[in-house]
């Protein structure tokens, strides 16, 4: 069975960074879609970032056009972790961020994943 682990919320203001980090384990990692996902109070979970492997070593990375320029995401598959480098947050940011991983061969939906961490909650006070 898959486990998926976040962490690295937190409090921080407006126009300020953090990094949130999701190690995985339990599967072949390196060829995991792994995802970053959030969910504001009263808003329906949305996709944020994804990172998924295409052949050997090549990766694409998809964002949500909202976090575009501001978000980075990336992968260390000797750690079995994934990153989500947050820059310039603002407080519309705000949300529970969940990591998730999904198997090769499955859909492509960015928002559809099979196995997901409990979440980690990033505030951005104004």
């Known amino acids: 069975q898959v486990q998926v682990v976040e962490s690295g919320g937190g409090l921080v203001q407006a126009g300020g960074s953090l990094r949130l980090s999701c190690s995985a384990s339990g599967g072949t990692f390196t060829t995991f879609t792994m995802g970053w996902l959030r969910q504001a109070p009263g808003k329906e979970r949305e996709f944020v970032a994804s990172t998924r492997w295409s052949d050997r070593t090549i990766y694409y990375r998809s964002y949500a056009d909202s976090v575009k320029g501001r978000f980075t995401i990336s992968r260390d598959n000797a750690k079995n972790t994934v990153y989500l480098q947050m820059n310039s947050l603002k407080p519309d940011d705000t949300a529970v961020y969940y990591c998730?991983?999904?198997?090769?061969?499955?859909?492509?939906?960015?928002?559809?994943?099979?196995?997901w961490g409990q979440g980690t909650q990033v505030t951005v006070s104004s």
């Open positions: 998730a991983a999904r198997r090769p061969g499955r859909t492509l939906d960015n928002t559809q994943y099979e196995y």
